[in-house]
């Protein structure tokens, strides 16, 4: 991973190609927070989630 010193000032991951496996790159850093594929886990967004799948189902549900 190339990360050149003053392009970023911190990240906040959830989400990696190759998970449970995080890159020892970005664990070993000190303005990188991660955490365990947690992100979506709000009342907020699994209510969006919800209303997203439900509106399609709705709109091919032939009953």
């Not at 392009?7 to 790159?25: K, N, T, W």
Request: a negative charge; charged letters at 20%.
């Amino acid at each position: 991973m190339r990360w050149k010193p003053g392009q970023i000032a911190g990240a906040g991951l959830d989400v990696f190609e190759q998970e449970p496996q995080v890159p020892d790159a970005l664990r070993q850093r000190d303005n990188v927070v991660i955490t365990p594929h947690i992100a979506s886990s709000t009342r907020e967004t699994m209510a969006a989630m919800a209303d997203l799948v439900f509106g399609e189902y709705a709109g091919v549900c032939p009953w």
